[in-house]
């Protein structure tokens, strides 16, 4: 009897997450997240039909059957067979273009993907869905037919159940674990500790500059990066904004900024944009604490 022959699609997709698994052990990453994708390829190498038969049947809910795939990897997969990208596996070759993969969302002009990525400070699609219920996409002029538009396309994109549904609110970590997370980084980054890539925007000579850090706190699993946005360069804060990269229960990866306050009362302290408030109690209570010393 003849061997059974490989599904393209449910090949191409176990190959594209062997290449995350093999990336993530050249980066130090969890090892029990490393297994987590070649245990993922496995299973899509060996299904015997077609993943695509499976998505337009059951979408993200099917995959979520298959054994070793839970609800982040179904997200991928799915990600994969639709789009035949994944943000996350470009992001950890260096060749990530937030301008550009905004730019494939219908009702996204290039202006706009660029506002979204430079003044939003968003890289990831999730976010950009999250930005487009929250009012964040709305203030930079998008109008609500647009919006409207917008959203179902990132619905569709992402695997939602509901095309027009709302993403589920996302548990976001408390301050003190992203800024305990910034802070290996940035310590690990100082002694050459992290493994570094080349990005692709903004490397003409294409140097490995940038260094990566994997790292977990509880059942959260954190990707950290030196932002590499035109922003950034164009205020010299390359080696200051870290962006934070994690996992929300159901709604896929997230992402965080952290910077140094330039002002006010937290001016000189690493603060999580946009969460300023949580900062000013998290440092009023560190300094209650005689015994502890105030990071910075």
């Known amino acids: 009897?003849?061997?059974?022959?490989?599904?393209?699609?449910?090949?191409?997709?176990?190959?594209?997450?062997?290449?995350?698994?093999?990336?993530?052990?050249?980066?130090?990453?969890?090892?029990?997240?490393?297994?987590?994708?070649?245990?993922?390829?496995?299973?899509?190498?060996?299904?015997?039909?077609?993943?695509?038969?499976?998505?337009?049947?059951?979408?993200?809910?099917?995959?979520?059957?298959?054994?070793?795939?839970?609800?982040?990897l179904a997200r991928s997969t799915y990600q994969l067979a639709t789009t035949g990208r994944l943000p996350m596996l470009e992001r950890l070759r260096g060749e990530s273009d937030p301008v550009e993969l905004f730019g494939t969302v219908p009702g996204v002009g290039p202006k706009t993907a660029r506002d979204i990525h430079e003044r939003l400070g968003i890289d990831t699609l999730e976010e950009l869905e999250s930005a487009a219920h929250d009012g964040r996409l709305a203030s930079l002029g998008v109008g609500p037919k647009r919006l409207a538009g917008i959203r179902d396309a990132l619905a569709g994109r992402l695997g939602r159940v509901g095309r027009r549904s709302v993403p589920d609110s996302v548990a976001f970590p408390p301050v003190a674990e992203i800024l305990d997370v910034d802070r290996q980084y940035r310590e690990d980054s100082a002694t050459g500790a992290l493994p570094r890539i080349a990005p692709r925007r903004f490397n003409p000579r294409h140097e490995a500059w940038l260094p990566i850090l994997h790292t977990r706190r509880g059942e959260r699993e954190y990707t950290a990066l030196y932002s590499n946005t035109a922003r950034a360069h164009e205020l010299g804060r390359t080696r200051d904004w870290v962006v934070l990269y994690f996992d929300g229960e159901t709604s896929g990866e997230r992402q965080c900024t952290v910077i140094t306050a330039e002002r006010g009362s937290l001016r000189g302290r690493r603060i999580v944009r946009g969460r300023e408030a949580e900062c000013l109690t998290h440092y009023a209570q560190l300094s209650a604490q005689p015994t502890m010393s105030l990071p910075h």
Do not use: C
Request: no cysteine; net charge positive.
């Open 1 to 72: 009897m003849s061997a059974r022959l490989p599904i393209p699609l449910n090949a191409s997709i176990a190959a594209r997450f062997d290449e995350v698994a093999q990336i993530l052990a050249e980066q130090n990453a969890n090892p029990y997240r490393i297994g987590a994708y070649r245990a993922a390829a496995r299973t899509l190498r060996d299904w015997p039909e077609p993943i695509s038969q499976l998505i337009k049947e059951h979408g993200v809910a099917g995959l979520m059957r298959l054994p070793t795939i839970g609800e982040r």
